[in-house]
């Protein structure tokens, strides 16, 4: 997904800066294609030190670093919802129930109750190390963060990514057992989903809604049935829409290339449907994709993997779009704030959330303990925590009890926190997971593909 030329270059914010009136047309094409060509080099030189190639992203766009954007948090909004909708979509096209013939339940239990699990640590984690006895990671905000906003980052944090994992596994392919990979690949497209449903919970409890006024049980009440509607609603649209899809392929598709505008056009339709229904958009897609990826065609090409193929360059830009946002828009200076709480969060994210949420389900593995821990290890967090990133944002200043003169300030660092986790997340675990592998000199088997 190509985020457009305002997005990217933005009207002048400075005093006295040019406005986007006054660059050409052609300047501002040549340069986001010279940006997006930038990415592939970024890219390549990144999987040669073996980091994964959307960090190099990341880094490409702090570089750049125009500091006279004007985006307003609508735009950005907009961008993430496209953004979210084709990487759930794509997410349900990668969940292949034949690859996980074995262990589907355990592959269930760690992407949803894992996810669950390890919110709770890391929101009980970054609330007590950032508030806990009068002494805040948070410069200026002692004593100021909320439990819902710690529960909110870490509900960011949930989901992993599975490209940027394969992505660095690819050095140690050998050394790592296939069924450990189709693992990872499950849990990664099945947690995005978990993470987003979680990351509704905190939001429903957490945050003032119109009915601020009723009792507790009141209140629980009313948003476990507004999130069981939307997940309801989405689950029966994004099923529907399902065999729509495999109706129109059936019908309507002469070749595999018009499998692209089938697939993006049913996602959006999906997604669009669903919200003026009452469900959630983001459920929906990903049960369509699941069910398109899962059913058979008339057409014997045509195929859940063929589809895969039509959208994985739309699903390679969209992570690179919201990286090389992130990074075009983020002030580094900006970060050194929250610095202290996103390395505290990263840490307890990467060596207490994670290793227990995938430990406390040891008794259902058909793993051993030495693949468990490499599986523990291989959490790396991608696109969909930056994306909701920009949420927690606009949620903050709709929590319960907060000063509405900290509001502004505390939605800053809870989006710079879960940057900073995001950034030392790919880089420590990307950088260590192949010596990791060694070390756990895990049983050699012969190369596959990813």
């Known amino acids: 997904m190509l985020p457009n030329v305002s997005l990217l270059l933005g009207s ?9 009136e006054a660059v050409p047309l052609e300047a501002q094409v040549l340069f986001i294609g ?3 060509l930038g990415t592939l080099i970024v890219s390549r030189f990144s999987i040669r030190i073996g980091v994964p190639a959307i960090l190099g992203v990341l880094a490409l766009g702090l570089m750049i670093n125009i500091h006279v954007l004007d985006v307003s948090h609508a735009e950005v909004e907009t961008l993430h919802v496209f953004a979210l909708a084709l990487l759930l979509f794509y997410a349900g096209l990668k969940t292949d129930i034949q690859s996980i013939r074995g262990f589907l339940e355990y592959g269930v239990l760690l992407a949803v109750g894992g996810v669950a699990i390890s919110t709770l640590i890391l929101g009980g984690a970054i609330y007590w190390l950032s508030s806990a006895s009068g002494t805040s990671l948070v410069p200026g905000l002692a004593e100021t963060m909320p439990l819902g906003a710690a529960f909110l980052i870490a509900a960011c944090l949930g989901s992993t990514d599975a490209g940027a994992t394969l992505s660095v596994l690819r050095q140690v392919q050998r050394q790592v057992p296939e ?3 189709h693992l990872l690949e499950f849990e990664s497209s099945v947690n995005d989903p978990s993470a ?3 990351y509704s919970i905190c939001l429903s409890f957490f945050t003032v809604t119109s009915g601020a006024g009723e009792s507790m049980p009141a209140m629980a009440l009313s948003a476990s049935s ?6 309801g609603s989405g689950l029966l649209v994004g099923v529907g829409f399902g065999y729509v899809a495999k109706l129109v392929i059936n019908h309507f598709v002469i070749d595999k290339e018009q499998l692209l505008v089938v697939a993006m056009s049913i ?3 999906d997604y669009g449907c669903t919200h003026f229904l009452g469900g959630s958009g983001y459920v929906a897609v990903y049960v369509t994709g699941v069910f398109m990826a899962n059913l058979h065609y008339q057409d014997a090409q045509i195929n859940h993997q063929s589809i895969q ?3 994985l360059p739309f699903n390679t830009m969209t992570e690179i779009s919201i990286f090389l946002l992130f990074g075009l828009l983020v002030n580094p200076a ?3 704030p929250s610095l202290p709480a996103g390395i505290a969060a990263a840490a307890a994210l990467m060596l207490v959330a994670r290793p227990v949420s995938v430990l406390c389900f040891q008794h259902f593995s058909p793993f051993n303990l030495r693949d468990s821990s490499l599986i523990a290890w291989c959490g790396l967090r991608g696109a969909v925590p930056l994306a909701l990133s920009f949420n927690v944002a606009n949620a903050i200043p709709n929590l319960k009890g907060l000063d509405p003169a900290l509001a502004a300030e505390l939605a800053h660092n809870c989006q710079s926190i879960v940057f900073i986790a995001v950034i030392l997340n790919l880089l420590l675990q990307g950088l260590s997971l192949p010596p990791v592998c060694r070390w756990l000199n895990a049983p050699p088997t012969p190369a596959s593909s990813l």
């Open 226 to 231: 507004s999130l069981l509607q939307k997940l």
């Open 309 to 311: 193929e039509v959208l």
């Open 267 to 269: 996602a959006f339709v």
């Open 334 to 336: 900006d970060l050194v």
């Open 34 to 36: 010279v940006v997006f």
């Open 196 to 198: 987003l449903i979680i």
């Open 12 to 20: 002048a914010a400075a005093a006295g800066a040019p406005s986007l």
């Open 179 to 181: 069924r450990v990979r």
